[in-house]
Every structure is written in C-alpha cells, then in structure tokens.
C-alpha cells in the first residue's frame, strides 16, 4: 500500500485524516501545512494513530509515494508556492491526486505540467452526464436518500457522511454516497457532479441532470441506501453573505426524493432558542425538517467582524462542542465526531426509515 501525503492540510481536511481507513489503495502517511497557516505542530488523532502536521514540505514528501493537493481552507495557497510545491512533486516521481477544481486555470495549469505517467484523479468516475437523454424529466428513485446540509459553508458535512458511511456499512448496508466535495473517489463516494456549479445551465436542467445521474448511479451500484452531502450554506445570513440563496440546495432536493436530512450547523450562544427557529425555516423552504442536527466545532467571530459585509469563523474546541450538547439536552442535537453520537444518529435513521416503509 502506497504511502500518502496531503498538502496543503488545514483544518477542513481533519475529516479525510479521521477516516482515512476508507482510502483506497493507499496510506496516510504525512499531513504538510504552509507555514504561515500556523498549523504547525497541531495533531489529528484517527482511531489509536495520532498524526503531526509538518510545515516541512520537503521533509514529508521524502517519505511518501504521492501527494493529495486538495482545495484550500479559509487560507489561500498562493499561486507561486502551490506551482514550486507540484514541481518537486514532479521532480521527485511522486503520483499526484490533484482535486483543487475550483480554480479551473490552475486546475488546467497543473494538468498540463503533470507528466502522464503520473496518476491524476479523474474528475469523472465512468458515469457518463446525462445531459441530451430524451427525457427531460425527473426519474423515480428507489433506495431511501439520506441528505448532509448545512445552514453554512464549512460545517462539517464531509465529516458527517463519512461517519455515516462507515456506520452503516459496518451493519452491513450497501451504500452509495455522493459526497458534496471533490476527489472523494478515493474514500469510496462518488464526487458531486461539477456540472450542479457550472455557469450557463438552467436550474431545471440541473435537477435533471443531477437526478439522471443518481439514478445512473443506483442502477450500477444496486445500493440499500443513498447519503447524499450538499456543498454550500442552506440560508442567507443577511443580504450580502446569502449562500447563493440556498439555490443549490433547492435544486438537489427537487431531484431527490429525501427521507431523511442531518443538518450541520455552526455554534451560537443563542443556539438553545434558534435551533427550533432554524428548523421550521428549513422547513418552510424546502418542505422538510431536519431529522437530526450535528453542531460544527465552528462559530462566528463577532469581535473581529468589522463589516456586515465580511464574516469570519473560529474554530472550536471539540469538549467545548460536546460540553454544550449536553447542557442543550435535545436528543436531535449531535456532534457526529463522537462514535456513540453517531451510533445513535445511525439508529435513528434505521427506524425513521423502517417506519416509511
């Protein structure tokens, strides 16, 4: 088994580290940061394994077979340190994943300078697009969906249909997922569908599209259950941070006949009187309530915020997130880091869906 780095690593990425028994055909072996990230010396603990991130690219690309160039964080790579770092990639015969699609010239960029011998992540995994079928209609979906939203950017979802993932499988259930992130392809999930971010391209057609391609993918997969994790913020938080309207959410939830939706929200000190008033907005938007709510070790920074145009989000202590958890007291409130948390949601899903049968 191959040995895998992951640049550049912040905090967003804890989730790939936490699971990263799903990879496959590979091993995590080090976790390299830019040094002004000033994630120095932090660590991640998986299962028993506790892993130190380095600021010594160099170091930790010595020891590994291939790098994970994934998307940034809230930091940005800066054009010229994220060119020289792929070059000694090249340089020194590593594999490369390259998944930063979001910059599709740096993406294009990086291609062209990737030799052909060395392994590129393909953006599409044999699915073909749908787009040009004769129907131009919705197609009946027959495995129970599970959805990951949530109300911000950043909360944890990718975290949360992993664990969902790993949970269920390890009952037995065949599941297909269809993550909200890219370059998931090697924990097992099907990426989401670059088409759904794609400029040009109606709403409708989006939901057709993106519907055909779910159920492309349950005709081949045959699966018991679909987790389906929807990028982006579910509702504006003011008229200049609006999260696109909760236009994409919308869109999937049009094309997916939704059983059951795990909301991920970040942390307020308001939060024991919002968490109602968030449900029955999410309702009243998209016509369901969320099942179950897992609580990011996130929360906005009130006292840096200089403009109502421009938010800022800390991260949390976990023991902080779960102490609080406590003192709320609802059962539908979980940090699905916690093992026994998700167990929980994992059993909850099972009977919710049992009863819909």
């Known amino acids: 088994?191959?040995?895998?780095?992951?640049?550049?690593?912040?905090?967003?990425c804890e989730a790939l580290v936490r699971h990263q028994d799903m990879l496959q055909d590979w091993k995590l072996?080090?976790?390299?940061?830019?040094?002004?990230?000033?994630?120095?010396?932090?660590?991640?603990?998986?299962?028993?394994?506790?892993?130190?991130?380095?600021?010594?690219?160099?170091?930790?690309?010595?020891?590994c077979d291939g790098v994970w160039f994934v998307e940034d964080g809230s930091l940005k790579l800066p054009p010229a340190l994220l060119e020289k770092r792929l070059q000694q990639a090249i340089a020194g015969g590593k594999r490369i994943i390259y998944t930063r699609l979001a910059d599709t010239e740096a993406?294009?960029?990086?291609?062209?300078?990737?030799?052909?011998?060395l392994r590129i992540l393909p953006v599409d995994t044999g699915i073909s697009d749908p787009f040009g079928m004769s129907a131009a209609y919705c197609m009946d979906i027959h495995t129970p969906v599970v959805a990951v939203m949530g109300l911000e950017e950043n909360t944890e979802k990718l975290e949360v249909q992993l664990a969902l993932r790993k949970a269920f499988q390890k009952r037995g259930y065949r599941v297909l997922s269809v993550s909200s992130g890219t370059g998931t392809e090697l924990l097992g999930m099907y990426s989401?569908?670059?088409?759904?971010?794609?400029?040009?391209?109606?709403?409708?057609?989006?939901?057709?599209?993106?519907?055909?391609?779910?159920?492309?993918?349950?005709?081949?997969?045959?699966?018991?259950?679909?987790?389906?994790?929807i990028p982006g913020g579910a509702l504006p938080f003011n008229r200049y941070n609006h999260n696109?309207?909760?236009?994409?959410?919308?869109?999937?939830?049009?094309?997916?006949?939704?059983?059951?939706l795990v909301l991920c929200l970040p942390w307020q000190p308001d939060l024991h009187k919002r968490l109602q008033e968030i449900g029955m907005d999410i309702k009243n938007k998209y016509q369901i309530t969320p099942g179950a709510y897992h609580l990011a070790?996130?929360?906005?920074?009130?006292?840096?915020?200089?403009?109502?145009?421009?938010?800022?989000?800390?991260?949390?202590?976990?023991?902080?997130?779960?102490?609080?958890?406590?003192?709320?007291?609802?059962?539908?409130l979980l940090d699905v880091t916690e093992e026994k948390s998700c167990d929980s949601l994992t059993e909850d899903i099972i009977n919710c869906l049992s009863e819909q049968e």
């Open 244 to 260: 696109g309207y909760g236009m994409l959410q919308y869109e999937i939830l049009e094309a997916l006949p939704v059983d059951y």
């Open 1 to 12: 088994m191959e040995q895998l780095m992951i640049y550049p690593y912040h905090r967003g």
């Open 297 to 332: 070790a996130i929360t906005q920074d009130t006292v840096d915020l200089v403009s109502e145009k421009q938010r800022e989000f800390l991260t949390l202590d976990r023991h902080f997130i779960r102490t609080k958890i406590k003192e709320e007291n609802d059962p539908h």
């Open 29 to 63: 072996a080090g976790l390299a940061s830019p040094k002004g990230w000033g994630l120095g010396n932090d660590t991640v603990v998986s299962g028993t394994k506790e892993y130190t991130v380095e600021t010594d690219y160099e170091t930790v690309l010595k020891r």
């Open 107 to 117: 993406y294009e960029n990086a291609v062209r300078m990737i030799p052909e011998t």
């Open 192 to 229: 989401f569908p670059d088409f759904m971010l794609k400029p040009g391209i109606g709403e409708a057609e989006k939901i057709i599209r993106y519907n055909h391609r779910i159920a492309a993918l349950e005709k081949q997969e045959e699966p018991e259950l679909i987790i389906a994790g």
